[in-house]
T-cell receptor, first 114, second 114 residues
Framework: DTAVSQTPKYLVTQMGNDKSIKCEQN?????MYWYKQDSKKFLKIMFS???????INETVPNRFSPKSPDKAHLNLHINSLELGDSAVYFC?????????????FGAGTRLSVL | EDKVVQSPLSLVVHEGDTVTLNCSYE??????LLWYKQEKKAPTFLFML????IEKKSGRLSSILDKKELFSILNITATQTGDSAVYLC??????????????FGKGTHLIIQP
């Protein structure tokens, strides 16, 4: 009954590979996000989707492509992985209305690029 | 450029002490300020503050916002070892797109010694 779930929890891969991270939320929220947390624990927004529509696309290399098949899912596909992509990636979701800034986070996917 | 600055970056205290964590911000279109606790995995929501001077309280934790001076504090009284974590401050802004990402500070790493 996890509210925001990500798979996989850990991902170890070689440079140049393509990988995907999946995220699902069962909270009934309209908005979902991807954040990157680097080795210094700094959490930075990458993308957000509202009702399957891309709203925020921060300065992220176009090797990163989010896809939202429905409002409960937001997947992240990464092409041609580089060493600098190693980080923890967090998915989050938020409700509409007055509490829309309260974001609920998944447990994170630790990506290691070798 | 929007920024959120937390201090101190790390803090070591003894069980039973009271701690105050600080967060200052400079952002456009401020909407809310949030505090999260991050242990090993997902950041978990603590408080959302939108109005100045109104204290939010949950058990031994409390927080207040000063929108004139652009800062917030998080207080923890009678600290316990289970309070050891990274405490993240984040600011939500109005973007008009319905999917506002949060801008996070670098966090305060709090260690409570028995």
């Amino acid at each position: 009954d996890t509210a925001v779930s990500q798979t996989p929890k850990y991902l170890v891969t070689q440079m140049g590979n393509d990988k995907s991270i999946k995220c699902e939320q069962n909270l009934g929220h309209d908005t979902m996000y991807w954040y990157k947390q680097d080795s210094k624990k700094f959490l930075k927004i990458m993308f957000s989707y509202n009702n399957k529509e891309l709203i925020i696309n921060e300065t992220v290399p176009n090797r990163f492509s989010p896809k939202s098949p429905d409002k409960a899912h937001l997947n992240l596909h990464i092409n041609s992985l580089e060493l600098g992509d190693s980080a923890v990636y967090f998915c989050a979701s938020s409700p509409p209305g007055a509490t829309k800034n309260i974001q609920y986070f998944g447990a994170g996917t630790r990506l290691s690029v070798l | 450029e929007d920024k959120v600055v937390q201090s101190p970056l790390s803090l070591v205290v003894h069980e039973g002490d009271t701690v105050t964590l600080n967060c200052s911000y400079e952002v456009t279109n401020f909407r809310s300020l949030l505090w999260y606790k991050q242990e090993k995995k997902a950041p978990t929501f603590l408080f959302m503050l939108t109005s100045s001077g109104i204290e939010k309280k949950s058990g031994r934790l409390s927080s207040i916002l000063d929108k004139k001076e652009l800062f917030s504090i998080l207080n923890i009284t009678a600290t316990q070892t289970g309070d050891s974590a990274v405490y993240l401050c984040a600011v939500g802004m109005y973007s008009g797109g319905g999917a506002d990402g949060l801008t996070f500070g670098k966090g305060t790493h709090l260690i409570i010694q028995p």
